[in-house]
């Protein structure tokens, strides 16, 4: 306004000329002042930009809206780990002196529709963490928000492929803090005792499942409980490795196609005839193959191999040190012959679209995924830090164990978060449940798995 003004104002003293009393010099004189106006007005519209947020150049930070920087206002912030809700509360109240977080235990998977229902309401979180693949419903929702002047930082700390489930048209929603997918577990002393029985011509980890089934044939005893080889096996996140070695790609080569769900390819009914292959060897019920029968078991020092994720590695070392024994990992072996890719899976934190402090909400979320965190998340809890450079986190580099999945994310592929992932995954643990029970052939699976998803699709449910 105050330009236009200026502007109208020169316009006038130059068409009404010296008679007006516009000379030359008061005209110079109200040039300056109007780009004096101007240069004023470009600071302050650079110190308020992205929504009238302040951010500080030097410290590289939106500054705290002062309801939170003095504590008379408090954040609140969901996260599934009561250690983890502890670790960011003190962390954070020591990093910012005055500041309050108030936590909530409340499940990744379930943040998004809760926020949904309280966050207009004023009771939800200001800060969560969800599977990036839940991004989509979120972004449809409208419950997440931009990071703003933190995406260049974002960018360079974290791995590209963690960095992409969060980019929508340049902007980034949330930070991926944390990376994770399956790989093999072994157990070394127990492959080492097989080998010295010439079970297994060496100790070192199967390079092929085929090799996996043919231990079995010898080493399974099922009225013992005796298995060569645990998984989750009516969990279509595990199970994706069967159709991914067969050619299978879940909505197209980049994962953006809804109109590619393609579980009627042959692709997918070849992997579920390998993946049927495998019943007779881990001869259990898909809803007996849960927590309890493969890690627990596993933990016990009498299973050679187990299918799982980092997120194990804490209950099966416990089993190691109490059975003494020592397991290992490695990246999948190969499936006959043929490469088998995982899903690589982000969590992600989140700022609310509805919180009124979005500028301190975004600098709890960076915190999160701050050296602090990100190495209390990997040495107490043993999640991988979905970071560039692992050198920041003391051991992470020196860990073969954590290497090993990092070698398996190599063969791996982020899971879509376009909102029709949420239909993949009814459709597909259907199919591969009734398989693996035995109440429907590959065929018909696959068949019947893409008129679940499209009837999902019609439906919107």
């Given at each position: 306004?105050?330009r236009r003004?200026v502007?109208?104002?020169?316009a006038?003293?130059?068409?009404?000329?010296m008679l007006?009393?516009?000379?030359?010099?008061?005209?110079s004189?109200?040039?300056?002042?109007?780009?004096?106006?101007q240069?004023?007005e470009?600071?302050a519209?650079a110190q308020n930009?992205d929504?009238?947020l302040a951010?500080?150049?030097?410290?590289q930070?939106?500054e705290?809206?002062?309801?939170?920087a003095?504590?008379?206002?408090?954040?609140?912030?969901?996260?599934?780990?009561e250690?983890?809700?502890v670790a960011?509360?003190?962390?954070?109240?020591?990093?910012?002196?005055?500041?309050?977080?108030?936590t909530?235990v409340?499940?990744?998977t379930?943040?998004?529709g809760k926020?949904m229902?309280e966050?207009?309401a004023?009771?939800?979180?200001d800060v969560?963490?969800?599977?990036?693949d839940a991004?989509?419903d979120?972004?449809n929702?409208?419950v997440?928000?931009?990071?703003?002047?933190?995406?260049?930082i974002?960018r360079?700390?974290?791995?590209d492929?963690a960095?992409e489930?969060?980019?929508?048209?340049?902007n980034?929603?949330?930070?991926p803090?944390l990376?994770?997918s399956?790989?093999l577990i072994?157990?070394?002393?127990l492959?080492?005792q097989l080998?010295?029985?010439?079970?297994v011509?060496?100790a070192?980890?199967?390079k092929d499942m085929?090799?996996?089934?043919?231990l079995?044939?010898k080493?399974n005893d099922p009225?013992?409980n005796?298995w060569t080889i645990?998984?989750e096996?009516?969990?279509?996140?595990m199970?994706?490795?069967f159709?991914?070695?067969?050619?299978y790609?879940?909505?197209g080569?980049?994962?953006?196609?809804?109109d590619?769900?393609?579980?009627?390819?042959q692709?997918?009914?070849?992997?579920?005839?390998y993946?049927?292959q495998?019943?007779?060897?881990?001869?259990?019920n898909?809803?007996?193959?849960n927590?309890?029968?493969?890690?627990v078991?596993?933990?016990?020092?009498?299973t050679?191999?187990l299918?799982?994720?980092?997120?194990?590695?804490e209950?099966?070392g416990?089993g190691a040190?109490e059975n003494?024994?020592?397991?290992?990992v490695?990246?999948?072996?190969?499936?006959?012959?043929?490469?088998?890719y995982t899903?690589?899976?982000?969590?992600?934190?989140?700022v609310s679209?509805?919180?009124?402090?979005?500028?301190?909400?975004?600098?709890?979320?960076m915190?999160?995924?701050s050296d602090e965190?990100?190495?209390?998340a990997y040495?107490t809890?043993?999640?991988?830090?979905a970071?560039k450079?692992?050198?920041?986190?003391?051991?992470l580099?020196e860990?073969?164990?954590v290497?090993a999945f990092m070698e398996q994310?190599q063969?791996?592929?982020a899971?879509?978060?376009?909102p029709?992932?949420?239909?993949f995954?009814t459709?597909?643990?259907?199919m591969?449940?009734?398989?693996w029970?035995?109440?429907?052939?590959?065929e018909?699976?696959?068949k019947?798995?893409q008129?679940?998803?499209?009837a999902?699709?019609?439906?919107?449910?």
């Amino acid at each position: 306004m105050k330009r236009r003004m200026v502007a109208l104002f020169l316009a006038t003293c130059m068409s009404v000329g010296m008679l007006a009393g516009c000379g030359s010099e008061e005209q110079s004189n109200e040039s300056a002042a109007s780009g004096e106006t101007q240069n004023a007005e470009t600071e302050a519209e650079a110190q308020n930009e992205d929504g009238g947020l302040a951010w500080n150049e030097e410290q590289q930070m939106y500054e705290l809206e002062e309801e939170i920087a003095n504590g008379s206002a408090s954040l609140k912030l969901w996260v599934d780990n009561e250690q983890l809700a502890v670790a960011v509360k003190e962390g954070f109240e020591a990093k910012y002196p005055g500041t309050v977080v108030e936590t909530e235990v409340v499940s990744s998977t379930e943040s998004v529709g809760k926020l949904m229902l309280e966050g207009e309401a004023g009771t939800g979180a200001d800060v969560f963490i969800i599977p990036h693949d839940a991004i989509g419903d979120a972004m449809n929702s409208t419950v997440i928000g931009m990071m703003g002047n933190y995406d260049t930082i974002i960018r360079d700390r974290f791995l590209d492929s963690a960095v992409e489930t969060i980019d929508y048209e340049g902007n980034l929603y949330g930070v991926p803090y944390l990376t994770e997918s399956v790989a093999l577990i072994y157990n070394k002393t127990l492959l080492e005792q097989l080998a010295s029985e010439g079970l297994v011509d060496s100790a070192e980890p199967a390079k092929d499942m085929n090799d996996i089934m043919a231990l079995a044939e010898k080493y399974n005893d099922p009225a013992a409980n005796k298995w060569t080889i645990r998984w989750e096996a009516g969990n279509s996140y595990m199970n994706h490795m069967f159709v991914t070695s067969f050619g299978y790609e879940l909505f197209g080569a980049d994962g953006t196609d809804p109109d590619s769900a393609n579980f009627d390819s042959q692709a997918v009914v070849d992997g579920l005839k390998y993946f049927e292959q495998f019943r007779p060897y881990w001869d259990v019920n898909q809803g007996d193959a849960n927590w309890d029968t493969t890690v627990v078991e596993f933990a016990k020092g009498e299973t050679p191999y187990l299918i799982c994720g980092p997120w194990s590695l804490e209950e099966i070392g416990k089993g190691a040190e109490e059975n003494g024994f020592e397991f290992g990992v490695s990246k999948l072996p190969m499936f006959d012959g043929k490469q088998p890719y995982t899903f690589s899976g982000v969590q992600v934190v989140c700022v609310s679209s509805y919180s009124k402090y979005p500028a301190a909400a975004r600098a709890l979320a960076m915190f999160i995924g701050s050296d602090e965190i990100e190495s209390f998340a990997y040495k107490t809890l043993g999640k991988l830090p979905a970071l560039k450079d692992g050198s920041t986190i003391d051991g992470l580099n020196e860990d073969a164990k954590v290497q090993a999945f990092m070698e398996q994310a190599q063969f791996s592929k982020a899971m879509p978060s376009i909102p029709e992932v949420s239909y993949f995954w009814t459709a597909a643990e259907g199919m591969y449940r009734g398989v693996w029970d035995k109440t429907i052939t590959p065929e018909e699976a696959a068949k019947k798995a893409q008129e679940d998803f499209e009837a999902l699709r019609v439906s919107g449910q």
